[in-house]
């Protein structure tokens, strides 16, 4: 274990490569040795934000680079395994965005690879430390929730893709994007930790140009009922998950506004300390490079994700 700065080297520059690049230039923990992205413009932007940062359109420039202890991957979803594979085996420590990967048999590849290495995978999943997840778990595992009898995921979007994704169109389609990969991989990760794996019992979907239009699926975590619906529709952007308990239920809405409901309704939680962002999940990533214990998803919590939303897609 050590003190000294994890030499980071970042893969893809879209939405969410760009900001974490940012964070992590920010962050006094990691040095940024490389950065990559095929596409010259997105280079460009990023250069522009970033003036001291070196760049390549070569992502396997980042992977060779003996200057580098760990890689971050926000290309898109089809190239998270190859790139995954190729820097685990440079004896990289690998950060990877969701999905874990759209192709099952490469999901796995990717958990086999990291158990035969040993060297630290993690996914980025917004909720493995948002203080709102973080106090539904400490609840239901305290007992407060009593039995816990159902959870639902309820998602709507006026339009898909959202506007900070329109530049990515690999997000609309259904080949590798879609609602249900983009944002219900966060909330069936949370039941997953909250609740154990889920095992599919009935899915449905349907598509349009821009990927899924309606998904409902039901699934089966130890016995407990999981319902996800997903809209794509006229109404407010909605995010929202609900564990129902005998004692005690649980929303979280927005990301991370957290209420209690019980028989006078659904009552605020007012959460007091860090609320959970890039920064510290960063932080948690470095963390565990160093040997610490991490609250991040590792690739198997990722493949059990996957294998519950491809079931969608499995079944047209």
Known sequence: MTDLPLHLGVIGLGAMGAEMLAVATAHPDVTVGLAADPHGAAIERARIANPAVAFTDDPMAVIASTAIDAVYIAAPPTTHARYAIAAMNAGKA??????????????????????????????????SDRSAAVEVLRAVRAGEAGDVLGVDIQLLFPEWPRKFQKDARWVAGREQGGFLR???????????????????????????EDGETTATGLFSANGIPVRLAGN??????????????????YRITSWGDLSVGDASGWNPVELTGPQGGEDTRLGEFVGA????????????????????????????
Request: aromatic share 10%; with cysteine.
């Open 289 to 316: 490079v160093r040997g610490r214990p991490s609250t991040l998803a590792d690739f198997a919590a990722g493949l059990r994700v996957q294998r519950a939303i491809e079931a969608f897609h499995a079944a047209v």
């Open 182 to 208: 983009e944002v219900g991989s966060h909330y069936v990760f949370l039941t997953d930790r909250v609740v154990g794996p889920l095992t599919t019992v009935h899915t449905e979907v349907s598509y349009g």
């Open 94 to 127: 690998v950060f990877c965005e969701k999905p874990l990967a759209v192709d099952l048999a490469e999901g796995e590849e990717m958990v086999n690879v990291a158990a035969a290495t040993g060297l630290v995978n993690a996914l980025n999943y917004t909720l």
């Open 232 to 249: 794509v529709a006229a109404g407010p952007e909605t995010y929202a998950w609900t564990l129902y308990g005998s004692r005690r239920s």
